[in-house]
């Protein structure tokens, strides 16, 4: 299983950057470098506890779909989305946000099991992992840059 921890400071309040990583909308237009939009479930808007998004995307070369569901919500605190169903065998994603001196320490814990047993492990060790982590790290820019513009 791989665990990726990405902290990013953005200078705004917690309610603000909680609303701009919920924001399906504002989602589509940050991954719009690999075609991701919402095409089920929750298509628009803030998503909320219980409700679901099945996403269309090409990452890696290949174009995939990946539900997932809020599964918790503490507003302004904290959401974790999970895979319902895509390509990892399974995955967990925790977003929290700290009220800190002059604005937000968000945090994205990120969890994952690769699909096809040790074929999966492999991909994972050479390159899954690695373009999780570029990807994480590039919304979280995305984030910071929209909820900073207010």
């Known amino acids: 299983m791989a665990k990726i921890r990405i902290e990013t400071f953005v200078a705004a309040p917690p309610d603000r950057v909680f609303d701009v990583a919920r924001d399906l909308d504002f989602h589509s237009r940050s991954m719009a470098h690999t075609g991701e939009r919402a095409v089920g479930g929750r298509t628009s808007g803030l998503i909320e506890e219980g409700e679901e998004v099945e996403w269309c995307a090409r990452h890696l070369g290949l174009s995939w779909r990946l539900r997932s569901r809020i599964t918790s ?18 995955y967990g994603h925790r977003h929290t946000f700290a009220a800190r001196d002059g604005g937000t320490l968000m945090v994205d814990d990120w969890h994952h099991v690769p699909p096809l047993g040790p074929l999966g492990a492999l991909a994972d060790v050479l390159f899954l ?22």
């Open 73 to 90: 919500m503490d507003r302004p605190r904290a959401f974790t989305d999970e895979q319902v169903a895509g390509p990892f065998a399974r």
């Open 129 to 150: 992992e690695r373009h999780m982590r570029r990807t994480l790290t590039a919304r979280a820019a995305a984030i910071k840059a929209q909820a900073e513009r207010g």
